[in-house]
């Protein structure tokens, strides 16, 4: 990457936050009109959180695993596990932004008791997790991506990307549990 990429890690990482966050919250409010994407089948429409449940379970393991090669010092191993986290979290996204722009939200038919005391705080919890964690990650991707490895030491990587790290498996682990009580318990 450039010196300018290297110098200016942190406004990188606000703009591409912000790109994120925008796409998310455009496709919530419906200011994302459906006619921009194509329309798939509504048996692809059905099939999209059983998906991203698969994505979620896979990505726990990609980051767990991720974070084990690195403790081991396989920095090389460590670094394609991250980026193939990444990777997941932006499939995970398309397929999810894309759904939601097209079907919108999926609504929840269990009892108003669990929805109002368990369901909403459980799914207020996961979002703001997964949008805390987004600045974290793309600030840990970039360090590296902008530096050599012998680098890295010298820079906030490792305690950026710990803090990532945590905020995306808890927030995927309860993705997975809102998809849970969505589709399999209620």
């Known amino acids: 990457m450039s010196d300018w990429a290297r110098e200016n890690v942190s406004v990188l990482t606000a703009a591409a936050s912000a790109v994120a966050l925008a796409l998310v919250f455009g ?21 999209i959180p059983h998906f991203n449940a698969a994505v979620s ?7 767990l695993l ?7 010092g396989n920095v ?34 269990g009892p108003e008791a669990v929805y109002t005391y368990l369901y909403l705080p459980f799914l207020a919890i996961h979002i703001l997790l997964a949008i805390v964690c987004v600045p ?37 682990a309860m993705g997975i549990g809102v998809y849970l009580l969505l589709y399999h318990l209620y």
Request: cysteine-free.
């Open 57 to 63: 379970a896979t990505a726990i393991a990609t980051i």
């Open 76 to 109: 090389k191993r460590h670094r394609n596990f991250m980026v193939t986290s990444f990777a997941l979290f932006t499939a995970f996204l398309g397929a999810y932004l894309y759904r939601l722009i097209h079907v919108g939200t999926t609504e929840f038919v």
């Open 27 to 47: 496709a919530v409010g419906g200011i994302i009109p459906s006619s921009t994407l194509p329309r798939a089948s509504d048996a692809v429409f059905a099939a």
């Open 136 to 172: 974290f990650v793309i600030h840990a991707l970039l360090l590296a991506a902008t530096r050599p490895f012998e680098d890295l030491y010298h820079t906030r990587h490792s305690q950026v990307g710990f803090v990532g790290a945590v905020l995306w498996l808890i927030s995927f």
């Open 66 to 72: 991720g974070w084990r090669a690195i403790s081991r």
